[in-house]
């Protein structure tokens, strides 16, 4: 298996663009994390999936954030608009089940900048 | 403020050394997990400890779990080059999904 894929890996915006970050978990793995992490604040949930069904959202920073899950093999985080303090890793994660019994799996990461 | 802290938050040693690094935590847990990061890339799944459980080990890892000081350590024992990481502590709390990840100690091995 080729583990999450992520992309793009690198992606340079300017403030106000609108971004938008892929990902595709493990094939059969029916949970989707969300994570993004900074210098300052670690690594931080943004929001899970199970069974392509948003199960938790609190950690999504504002309005500006949004993820969707259309299918079991994809999943997009989107920011609009961005802003320079949006600039972090994002990582999406995937795992067999609940995160107390089954490994999650990172994606390589995604590296924002925005301008 | 994070629910794992990590200490120290950098350490450097030489090949063949043992490596400690400590995680607090502040509220009781479900189960502690620590995952490596390498540099510019994802965290990856070391090994699990559950609340009820005291020590663990995994090859060259031995993770110990103090819930009644709310601790945790882990051991890399003859360390290598390889091992050049971030490592972090991670706790699942209460009933819920949700891994909450410490800050991390910087790890690195010189040869």
């Known amino acids: 298996d080729a583990g999450v894929i992520q992309s793009p890996r690198h992606e340079v915006t300017e403030m106000g663009q609108e971004v938008t970050l892929r990902c595709k978990p493990i094939s059969g793995h029916d949970y989707l994390f969300w994570y993004r992490q900074t210098m300052m604040r670690g690594l931080e949930l943004l929001i899970y999936?199970?069974?392509?069904?948003?199960?938790?959202d609190s950690g999504m920073p504002e309005d500006r954030f949004s993820a969707k899950m259309p299918n079991a093999s994809f999943s997009t985080l989107k920011i609009q608009p961005s802003e320079p303090r949006d600039s972090a890793v994002y990582f999406c994660?995937?795992?067999?089940?609940?995160?107390?019994?089954?490994?999650?799996?990172f994606g390589p990461g995604t590296r924002l900048l925005v301008l | 403020s994070q629910q794992g802290e990590e200490d120290p938050q950098a350490l450097s040693i030489q090949e063949g050394e043992n490596a400690t690094m400590n995680c607090s935590y502040k509220?009781?847990?479900?189960?502690l997990q620590w995952y490596r990061q390498n540099s510019g890339r994802g965290l990856v799944h070391l090994i699990l400890?559950?609340?009820?459980?005291r020590e663990k080990h995994s090859g060259r890892l031995r993770v110990t779990l103090d819930t009644s000081k709310k601790s945790s350590s882990l051991l890399i024992t003859a360390s290598r080059a390889a091992d050049t990481a971030s490592y972090f502590c991670a706790t699942l709390t209460g009933g819920g999904n949700k891994l909450t990840f410490g800050t991390g100690t910087q790890l690195k091995v010189e040869l």
């Open positions: 509220t009781s847990i479900n189960n």
């Open positions: 999936f199970n069974n392509n069904v948003p199960i938790d």
């Open positions: 994660a995937s795992s067999l089940g609940l995160a107390g019994q089954e490994t999650q799996y």
């Open positions: 400890i559950r609340s009820n459980e």
